[in-house]
């Protein structure tokens, strides 16, 4: 079968490589469509700590059952079915508290094991017991289902800090992340989403998804024009879904006071962020990290994407064969493409 494989930061290659096989208590899946993850882009010229190369990346994945162990009863071929890449151990210490996106011993298809991006992927009985196989309806897309994965995300992170009625939200960054945390937001109830990148071009895309107003941080001070938008008092949310430091300081400013701050997007590894914690301190700030999602929340945001009251369609911007890859990650840099969605 054909696949992407990674060999090491920056060497990855589209190959043939052997077909797995379903083993009696697995399952075998043609994979259909599977998501191009600003991680994955990250991965692929970094590297990542966790990954055993050689490795197939692919974490956003969907496919149709072609094989079923004989061991498996709950499943059947034909099926088409959502994997979730989060597949907690149930045993550490943040599992036993129910914190499964913490746990210490994490199986993440694409990173300790092969992901999606091949045509083939094997679903071990660890993803099947502990992970989260969700059926994909009828008349729901392979493409929309791939949504679930970076939404789940996204909702998490909205829950966790209770985005709600009546908040004003700023969102940090407009990429597909920043895009579905004004749209949620809006859906959430917030009656003014503000949204600030450096790009034109997404922020006029992020407009589409229900952003009141846009700030071009590279042409004009966010904190200022944040401070004016809201008659000098601040948001109430503010949401950093990039991977910059001056971002964070900014979004300690802006916010209203007991306004919440969340870290959404990580910065480089090492990289350290002043803060006037004065601010902080007086205005009863607080300042949350947000990083991943459990299953209940991964659950939700495929049945919210299932019920179209969150149209996925309008973030899958590219479909492309797995074999154009590398176009789909120039597409994503470069801001032209929302979303890339590789049909391997
Ligand atoms: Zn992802
Ligand atoms: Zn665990």
């Avoid at 010229?45 to 190369?53: D, L, V, W």
């Avoid at 088409?80 to 597949?87: A, C, G, H, K, L």
């Avoid at 992901?115 to 094997?122: I, K, L, N, P, Q």
């Avoid at 990429?175 to 922020?203: F, M, N, S, T, Y």
Wanted: charged content about 20%.
């Amino acid at each position: 079968m054909i696949a992407a494989v990674l060999y090491g930061p920056n060497d990855l290659r589209i190959e043939e490589v052997e077909t797995p096989q379903c083993g009696e208590d697995e399952l075998l899946i043609r994979v259909k469509a599977v998501g191009l993850c600003g991680s994955d882009i990250r991965t692929i010229f970094n590297g990542h700590k966790r990954i055993a190369y050689p490795q197939i990346l692919g974490h956003e994945i969907t496919g149709e059952i072609v094989e079923v162990g004989s061991n498996v009863k709950k499943y059947q071929q034909g099926e088409r079915i959502y994997v979730s890449p989060t597949v907690p151990c149930f045993e550490c210490s943040p599992c036993k508290r129910g914190w499964y996106c913490q746990c210490e011993n994490l199986t993440v298809p694409g990173t300790t094991m092969p992901g999606g991006f091949a045509e083939y992927m094997v679903i071990t009985k660890d993803i099947m017991e502990r992970g989260q196989i969700i059926p994909i309806p009828e008349k729901m897309s392979y493409e929309d289902a791939v949504m679930t994965e970076p939404l789940s995300s996204v909702y998490a992170c909205q829950e966790n800090a209770d985005v709600t009625l009546g908040d004003t939200v700023v969102v940090i960054g407009t990429g597909p992340i920043g895009c579905l945390h004004v749209e949620l937001a809006k859906l959430r109830g917030a009656i003014r989403v503000i949204a600030i990148d450096q790009l034109d071009a997404r922020l006029q895309i992020v407009k589409q998804f229900g952003a009141d107003d846009i700030i071009n941080s590279k042409n004009e001070d966010p904190v200022a024009r944040v401070k004016e938008i809201t008659a000098g008092y601040g948001a109430d949310k503010i949401i950093s879904a990039n991977p910059s430091t001056e971002a964070q300081q900014q979004a300690i400013v802006m916010a209203a006071k007991r306004g919440k701050v969340v870290f959404f997007g990580g910065v480089a590894p090492g990289k350290l962020t002043e803060i006037d914690t004065n601010i902080v301190h007086y205005n009863q700030l607080m300042l949350l990290g947000h990083f991943g999602y459990d299953h209940l929340q991964n659950y939700k945001s495929f049945a919210l994407i299932a019920s179209g009251r969150l149209a996925a369609k309008k973030y899958v911007t590219h479909v492309l064969p797995l074999a154009e890859i590398k176009k789909g990650i120039e597409l994503t840099k470069s801001g032209e493409a929302i979303k890339v969605v590789l049909q391997p």
